[in-house]
């Protein structure tokens, strides 16, 4: 037995030797490194002896494959390592006609054996628990998770939790292809272990470069109530990276990108690579100021250190007085974007102080009306501004937000007259902005 691991040892050795010199000898002559590395690890899957890569070669070659073109197998992380259990851990299944038992997924139980900073810095972040708990509400979570949850310094600062009313409303057989889809990336595993790491790292390769590009992103920070991936595309950085991305170095290491990788960050840069002065993180909440996806935005609670890092990479490119000037006239705009949703939560108060509007969420088109004003319109206004989509402030953003307003205003007049009250008098110019606040002051005032 030990001399023919030995034996198999040496050869592999020998053969290792030869194809990293047939590997030189052709990187040296077509000057393309990256296709020798690939053959030479391609070569090295074909010839392993690992038995779950020689009998998954037949039955699954799609995974051995990826398997083969990833790091994990450059540096022998093997099948065994994420599959592998005992019988009695939670979620094995028994391997089909064979006597030992396995993962049918892996989770972040796996993971965290060797990568515990990540899985420390993702517990830590909204993308875990708080994106669970966004549909399903706290009350499924157990002792443990609940502290956890509860530990998570952006964690709470807005909205209810119980379960969603839309999630409630809509059922869990669209839920599972809708909300559960996107949120899920944060639900708890059987093994207690929290959310999914292949949301983002799309098995068996585990690439750098898929998970530095923006459109893994896309799978889910998309659509018209967190447009970041149509915005990016039309902001100068994602026009650099549709037009010039194919000659940036994807694989560069962690810790190490720089503006040499990368001329225009990707979504990657701003909220996680390490770049510029600041560190790789996997708690995407570490650079962030406000907090934008709430109705009406409130800064976070260690908002300047968060500052100090988003910045730390913008100042890799731009001067400080670019970064400051333009961190100023963000800032405004979600002012204005507050107040506007301010102004419409008042004309709602009034219609449910009269008792025209039911309690209940989603029953009649005036409560879509309010919803869609915030939800769609002020979040994509919010996030235009801060990932430079101009289309999305104005024509998906501020726009819509008037429109919705004008006909907030409308209908709730129209109940009150209907109801012989007094309707509400808006200032001139509503729902202009000017005019929006001047209503705020009134109300304020009248209280
Ligand atoms: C003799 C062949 C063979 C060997 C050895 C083998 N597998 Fe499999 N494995 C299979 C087949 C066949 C399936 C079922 C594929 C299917 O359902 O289409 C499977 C399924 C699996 C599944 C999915 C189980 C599920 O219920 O969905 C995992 C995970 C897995 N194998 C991992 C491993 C690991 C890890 C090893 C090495 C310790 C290994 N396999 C060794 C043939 C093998
Ligand atoms: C770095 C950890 C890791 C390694 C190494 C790894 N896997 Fe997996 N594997 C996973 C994860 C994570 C999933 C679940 C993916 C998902 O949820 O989409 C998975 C899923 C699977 C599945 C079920 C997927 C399906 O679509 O049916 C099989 C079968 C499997 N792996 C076999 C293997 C085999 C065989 C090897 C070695 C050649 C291997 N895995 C190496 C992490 C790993
Ligand atoms: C047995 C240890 C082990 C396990 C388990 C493991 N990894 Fe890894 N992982 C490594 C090693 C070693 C590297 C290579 C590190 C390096 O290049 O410095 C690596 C690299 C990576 C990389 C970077 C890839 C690159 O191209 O540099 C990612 C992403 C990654 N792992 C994700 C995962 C995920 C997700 C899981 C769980 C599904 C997982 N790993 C499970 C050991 C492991
Ligand atoms: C396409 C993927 C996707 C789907 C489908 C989706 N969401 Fe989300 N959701 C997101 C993303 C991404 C955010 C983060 C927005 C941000 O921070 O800009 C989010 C934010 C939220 C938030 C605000 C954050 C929080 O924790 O309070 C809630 C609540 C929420 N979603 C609930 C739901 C519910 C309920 C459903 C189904 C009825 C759903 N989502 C469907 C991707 C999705
Ligand atoms: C929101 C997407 C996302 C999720 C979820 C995610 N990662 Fe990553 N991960 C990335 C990105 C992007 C990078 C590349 C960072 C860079 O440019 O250095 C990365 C890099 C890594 C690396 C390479 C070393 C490093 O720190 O850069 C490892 C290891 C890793 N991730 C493990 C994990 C594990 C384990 C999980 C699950 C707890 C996980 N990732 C979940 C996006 C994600
Ligand atoms: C599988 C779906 C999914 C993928 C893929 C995903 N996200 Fe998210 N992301 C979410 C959800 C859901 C939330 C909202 C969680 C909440 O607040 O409830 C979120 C929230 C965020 C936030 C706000 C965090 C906070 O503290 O408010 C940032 C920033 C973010 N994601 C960046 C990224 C980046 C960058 C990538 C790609 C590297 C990415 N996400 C990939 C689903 C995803
Ligand atoms: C140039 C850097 C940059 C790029 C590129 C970028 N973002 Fe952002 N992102 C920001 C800034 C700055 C903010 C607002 C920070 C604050 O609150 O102070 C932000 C906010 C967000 C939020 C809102 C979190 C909340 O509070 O609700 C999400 C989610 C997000 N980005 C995801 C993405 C995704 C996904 C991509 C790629 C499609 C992307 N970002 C590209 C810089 C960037
Ligand atoms: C890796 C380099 C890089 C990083 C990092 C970077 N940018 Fe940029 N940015 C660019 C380039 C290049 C342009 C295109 C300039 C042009 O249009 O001539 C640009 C354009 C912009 C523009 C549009 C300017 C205009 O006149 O249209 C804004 C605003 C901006 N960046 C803000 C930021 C912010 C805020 C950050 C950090 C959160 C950041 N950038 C991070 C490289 C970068």
Known sequence: MLSKTRLLFTSTLITGFVLVAAAIIIAWTSGDVTTS????????????????????????????????????????????????????????????????????????????????????????????LPAYVAYAGSGVLNEEHLEIYRSIPEGGGYMDRSR?????????AVTRFACETCHDVGKP???????????????????????????????????????????????????????????????????????VDMPAPTCSTCHMSGFGLSATTHDVGDRLSWFLAAPIST?????????????????????????????????ALVESVNDWVRASDLIMATLRENDLVTAAPFDEPIDYTHFNLWHHWGRTAKFGAWMQGADYVQW????????????????ANDRLEEAGLEPIEFPEGFPGIDAAREFIAEAENAE
């Open 37 to 128: 590395t690939d053959t030479i690890l391609a070569q090295q899957i074909a010839q392993s002896a690992n038995e779950c890569v020689v009998c998954h070669t037949n039955h699954t070659p799609g995974i051995v494959n990826q398997y083969g073109a990833s790091a994990h197998f450059a540096n022998n992380v093997s099948c065994e390592d994420c599959h592998e259990v005992e019988a009695e851990y939670p979620g094995a299944v028994q391997h089909p006609d064979e006597d030992f038992w396995v993962l049918p997924y892996s989770s972040t139980a796996q993971c965290e054996t060797c990568h515990r900073e990540q899985v420390q810095q993702f517990y830590l972040s909204r993308h875990a």
């Open 164 to 172: 969603n009313s839309l999630h409630a409303m809509e059922g869990e």
């Open 189 to 259: 595993n059987p093994d207690n272990s929290i959310g999914n790491c292949t949301a983002c790292h799309i098995r068996h390769e585990f690439s750098l470069e898929q998970a530095r590009k923006p459109e893994t992103c896309n799978a889910c920070h998309i659509g018209p109530d967190h447009p970041q991936w149509e915005i990016y595309q039309q902001s100068a950085h994602g026009i650099l990276y549709m037009t010039d991305g194919h000659n940036w170095h994807w694989d560069a290491e962690p810790g190490t990108l720089t503006t």
């Open 299 to 331: 800064r976070r609670p260690s908002h300047l250190e968060n500052i100090a890092r988003m910045q730390g990479v913008c100042l890799a490119c731009h001067s400080n007085n670019f970064v400051d000037t333009f961190y100023a006239d963000a800032d």
């Open 396 to 411: 998906h953003g501020a726009y819509e937000i008037l429109h919705e307003m004008a006909e907030l205003a409308e209908e």
